[in-house]
């Protein structure tokens, strides 16, 4: 009983059940199920695919009214708070510039009054002296011409005399002055000299 050669297959015989065809359901059966499985597509759920088309078109939605709303609104806010900061600053500089115009203008005013009181007083002053220069070397017309150029530049200088009562004095001795140089010139230039005294005392005021 030694070792038995294995028969011999006929060629016709291994081309004959290459040949036969596989019934279904055997053999190769579980590979084309899978196969089947794999190339059939996921089905999606209806439901599910409506949300995100809602998620979708409000994120749009949001994303349009920033861009439309919110953004132009943000940079409009800041042009207003820049343009407000400006008209407070020119505002701030108006007001300045006022006050010191209104201080320069009070003290020009003050300055103006002032001019205006030493130029009457000085041309006051002088009429009294050439009056009374007159007065001395008995010169009775030009004595009476400047008395006239003392009562006209007198009544300018009296409303700017701020004391009532000093302008009423002087009014009065005025009055003095005028009646006097036409019926005693030597009364008329002592009171002229006491005008002038009082004329002197004004300019320290």
């Not at 004595?143 to 009296?158: F, G, H, K, P, W």
Request: no cysteine.
């Amino acid at each position: 009983m030694g070792n038995q050669s294995t028969p011999p297959v006929d060629a016709d015989d291994a081309q004959t059940a290459e040949s036969q065809p596989v019934e279904p359901g055997k053999g190769a059966g579980p590979v084309h199920a899978e196969a089947s499985a794999v190339a059939e597509p996921a089905r999606t759920n209806p439901a599910g695919r409506w949300v995100l088309i809602l998620l979708a078109t409000l994120v749009v939605g949001f994303g349009a009214a920033f861009f439309a709303l919110y953004l132009p609104t943000g940079q409009e806010l800041r042009q207003v708070k820049s343009d407000l900061a400006a008209a407070q600053e020119k505002l701030s500089t108006a007001e300045s510039d006022l006050n010191k115009t209104t201080s320069d203008l009070s003290a020009a005013t003050a300055e103006l009054k002032a001019a205006r009181y030493n130029r009457a007083l000085a041309r006051v002053e002088a009429n009294v002296a050439y009056a009374r220069l007159a007065l001395v070397t008995r010169d009775l017309l030009t004595a009476r011409q400047e008395v006239s150029a003392v009562a006209e530049n007198m009544n300018a200088l009296l409303p700017l005399i701020e004391d009532q009562e000093t302008a009423k004095a002087l009014e009065d001795r005025m009055t003095g002055i005028r009646t006097a140089i036409d019926t005693d010139s030597a009364k008329a230039l002592d009171e002229l000299r006491t005008l002038s005294e009082n004329l002197l005392r004004l300019e320290s005021r």
